[in-house]
Each structure stands twice: as structure tokens, then as C-alpha cells.
């Protein structure tokens, strides 16, 4: 599966040419392919993940296409190394303006028997880690007058069974970004969150293996997808905000 249909680079328009973006989860899947394009828009991208193999070739298939991605790795649950990469994507691009989340973990189990250890590992990742990182880098994203992306979950909005402790967290970050873009308005800040039902990356293809379906990636919704919604959102001009968005399979499953 490619993160990216071929004409992708063909198709940008450089919108975001002098803007610098941070994106978390861009190893695999839909922060890949948002890194991607990011950098294919004309943005200078650095792109994290704990895979450095998959960062580096993501860095090669953004060279190819003109763009420009440097590659860091850290694992978010950690403070030191979430410090670290603040710095490296202040000190790679000048003052990041555009901050996406899109690393996540997604565990399923019924309530009555769910690991409280892997309800703690989700959490960690899919809420405290971009909250954290937020944190860090708000006052430069502050001046800059810049983006922040929240990769959410169609389970941020309503939660099915067997997805207590991922729809949990998803809910959380809804709260974290709402209550953000309140406290950001009128600071030239936006805040968007993009709600995705099931899309194909190796988190969904893992999903399908776990439910015993067979694996049929054309009827989901394409990391290219929702990275085209992430670009809309942030070459948006400044009077307009794109809060929330949700995007399904058009497809029946
Ligand atoms: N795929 C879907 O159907 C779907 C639907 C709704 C929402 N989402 C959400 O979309 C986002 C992206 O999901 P995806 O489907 O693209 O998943 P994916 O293919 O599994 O990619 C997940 C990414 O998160 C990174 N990550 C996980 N734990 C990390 C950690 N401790 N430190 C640093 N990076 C970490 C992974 O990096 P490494 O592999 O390098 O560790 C990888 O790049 C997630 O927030 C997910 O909840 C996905």
C-alpha cells in the first residue's frame, strides 16, 4: 500500500511555502502521508516516529518530489525525548507554525477483562503526549499565528463496544482541543480536529486482523485523504477556521 497516489506530487501547488511543520506519527499511515504532503506543499517538515528506517525512506520519497523532510526519532511517553524534539524542530526550521498529531495506539478488549497497563500506554500516547508537546511549543505556534492538528478518531465523537479504553482517550483529546481552541481565540492560533472512520494504514489493517475480516484497503478512506483535508485546513487563509471535521468510508464494510 502507498501512502501517497502517484500524481500526488504533481498536484501541489506549494501553498505552504514558507511555513514549518511538526508531525508527530509519521512513520506510518496517515501522519506519513500528512508529512508527505505537508512537504510537498512547499512546507520544510520534521517528521517523528520511533521507526527510523520508515522516516528515512519517507524523507527519500520527499526529496524525490522536491520537498524537504528531516527525520527524528523519539518516543512521545517520553519528556525528555518530546524536550528534544521540540528543540531539533525549532532549531531544522526556524519556529515551527504548524504542529499535527497523528501518532496513536489503538488497543481493543472488552471492558470486563481490558489491561489496565495498555488503557495507561493509550493514554500516554493518544493524550498526554500531544498535550505535553502542545504545551511546549504554543508560544512559538502563538507567534507564528499558526496551525495545530488533532488526528482524532470517528470513536472520539461515539464509541463502540470492545473500545472503551481507545475511545476513552479519543474523547479526552476532543476535550483537549476544544478547550484549546477556546483559550487560543482571537491569538491568530487554529485549532483543528479531523475525525477519521476507518482508513487504510497498518493500525487499520492490525484492526481487520483482530475482527477475522479480510483485508480490503480500497474500501477505506486513504491516508492521502486525510492529509489532503490537514493541507486544506492549514492553507485556509487566516479568517477561517477549519474546528472540526469527519471524514468515513463511503463504502458499505
Ligand atoms: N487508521 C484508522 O482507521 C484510524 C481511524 C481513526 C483514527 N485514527 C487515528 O489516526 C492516527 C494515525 O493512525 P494510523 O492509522 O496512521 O496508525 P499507524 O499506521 O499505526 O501509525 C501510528 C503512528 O504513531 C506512531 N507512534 C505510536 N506510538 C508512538 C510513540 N510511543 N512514540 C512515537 N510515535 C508513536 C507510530 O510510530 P512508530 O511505528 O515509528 O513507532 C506511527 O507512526 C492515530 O491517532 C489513530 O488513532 C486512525
Known amino acids: 500500500m502507498t501512502s501517497t497516489p502517484p500524481a500526488a506530487e504533481n498536484l501541489a501547488t506549494h501553498r505552504l511555502h514558507g511555513r514549518a511543520a511538526l508531525v508527530t506519527g509519521a512513520s506510518h499511515g496517515i501522519g506519513r502521508a500528512t508529512a508527505l504532503l505537508l512537504a510537498l ?6 517528521a517523528t516516529g520511533r521507526d527510523e528506517r520508515a522516516l528515512a525512506s519517507l524523507a527519500t520519497e520527499a526529496r524525490r518530489g522536491g520537498g524537504v523532510v528531516h527525520p527524528h526519532r523519539a518516543d512521545l511517553t517520553d519528556g525528555d525525548e518530546r524536550a528534544r524534539l521540540a528543540d531539533i ?20 478488549d472488552p471492558l470486563a477483562y481490558a489491561s489496565l497497563a495498555r488503557f495507561d500506554e493509550q493514554f500516554a500516547v493518544n493524550v498526554h503526549a500531544p498535550y505535553a508537546l ?17 488526528i482524532n478518531s470517528t470513536q472520539g465523537i461515539s464509541a463502540s463496544a470492545g473500545v472503551s479504553q481507545y475511545a476513552a482517550t479519543k474523547h479526552a483529546l476532543r476535550a483537549v482541543a476544544d478547550a484549546l481552541r477556546a ?21 487499520q489493517e492490525q484492526i481487520f486482523r483482530n475482527e477475522g475480516r479480510q483485508w480490503n484497503p480500497d474500501l477505506l478512506v486513504q491516508p492521502h ?23 468515513r468510508p463511503a463504502c458499505k464494510l
Open 225 to 247: 485523504d486525510i492529509a489532503s483535508l490537514v493541507v486544506t485546513a492549514v492553507a485556509l487563509p487566516a479568517r477561517a477556521e477549519l474546528s472540526e471535521v469527519v471524514i
Open 89 to 108: 524542530a525549532r532549531r531544522a526550521t526556524g519556529r515551527v507554525s504548524i504542529l499535527v498529531h497523528s501518532a496513536g495506539v489503538h488497543r481493543s
Open 183 to 203: 483559550e487560543a481565540a482571537g491569538t491568530g492560533v487554529r485549532v483543528s480536529t479531523i475525525f477519521p472512520g476507518r482508513t487504510a494504514t497498518p493500525m
Open 41 to 46: 506543499e512547499g512546507a520544510v517538515v520534521v
Open 134 to 150: 502542545t504545551q511546549r511549543l504554543l508560544p512559538e505556534l502563538t507567534a507564528a499565528c499558526g496551525d495545530i492538528v488533532f
